[in-house]
């Protein structure tokens, strides 16, 4: 892939029988402030409305692509999406699980000033049922972290974060599809071992 013709960040969110949620977080990536971006909705053989939702968001969308499996768990499911993502960045967005709309913008505008880093970390967690995370945010307001630093901080366990496709694909990275608990985890911190400029955006 060329540089310019990737999106800048490939979401990747797996799908089983959250109807009732699907929606309301589709919405929360395509209202960013910040277009340039894929998303890539994995289907985990749901037996509600999940399917039908991710397909009527991907016919209005073309930056939406959806592909189903049989159910295997949400590791098949994240490794699915990695093996489709185009993006120079990748999140992870659980399917019941909402974000801010500025979220894109600030990670862009990170990368723009920090040429180097290999890890973007937001320091608050995902929030539910319209909660707000934040009401206001200072530009240009973050912490690049030595890997140490990265690894010791409770943020850490936070799952707002941006990873390199690159670093992913190279060091053929994916998550653990025995594991059933804490597999996110487990796939983080492999990442961070890798990373050389972690940085942390804070919310103010």
């Known amino acids: 892939?060329?540089?310019?013709?990737?999106?800048?960040?490939?979401?990747?969110?797996?799908?089983y029988n959250v109807q009732n949620y699907l929606a309301e977080c589709i919405q929360s990536v395509?209202?960013?402030?910040?277009?340039?971006?894929?998303?890539?909705?994995?289907?985990?053989?749901s037996t509600?409305?999940?399917?039908?939702?991710?397909?009527?968001f991907a016919d209005k969308d073309r930056r939406i692509k959806v592909f189903s499996k049989v159910n295997s768990g949400v590791s098949s499911a994240r490794n699915l999406g990695l093996s489709k993502a185009n993006g120079i960045w990748v999140f992870f967005l659980?399917?019941?699980?909402?974000?801010?709309?500025?979220?894109?913008?600030?990670?862009?505008?990170?990368?723009t000033y920090n040429k180097y880093v290999d890890l973007i970390q937001f320091?608050?967690?995902?929030?539910?049922?319209?909660?707000?995370?934040?009401?206001?945010?200072?530009?240009?307001?973050?912490?690049?972290?030595?890997?140490?630093?990265?690894?010791?901080?409770?943020?850490?366990?936070s799952n707002l974060k941006f990873?390199?496709?690159d670093?992913?694909?190279?060091?053929?990275?994916?998550?653990?599809?025995?594991?059933?608990?804490?597999?996110?985890?487990?796939?983080q911190y492999k990442y961070q071992m890798l990373c050389s400029y972690p940085l942390e955006i804070k919310e103010t």
Request: aromatic share 10%; charged share 25%; with cysteine.
């Open 123 to 157: 320091d608050q967690k995902p929030f539910y049922n319209n909660s707000i995370i934040s009401n206001t945010k200072t530009e240009n307001n973050y912490l690049v972290l030595s890997k140490d630093q990265m690894l010791l901080r409770e943020q850490s366990l």
């Open 167 to 187: 670093i992913i694909r190279k060091y053929n990275l994916k998550f653990t599809e025995t594991i059933k608990l804490g597999e996110d985890l487990e796939f």
């Open 1 to 15: 892939f060329h540089e310019g013709k990737r999106p800048f960040v490939s979401f990747i969110i797996p799908v």
């Open 94 to 111: 659980d399917s019941d699980d909402i974000i801010n709309v500025r979220t894109v913008e600030l990670a862009h505008n990170a990368v």
């Open 30 to 45: 395509i209202v960013q402030t910040y277009k340039d971006w894929e998303m890539i909705l994995i289907d985990d053989g």
């Open 48 to 56: 509600d409305l999940s399917l039908q939702i991710c397909n009527s």
């Open 163 to 165: 990873l390199k496709l």
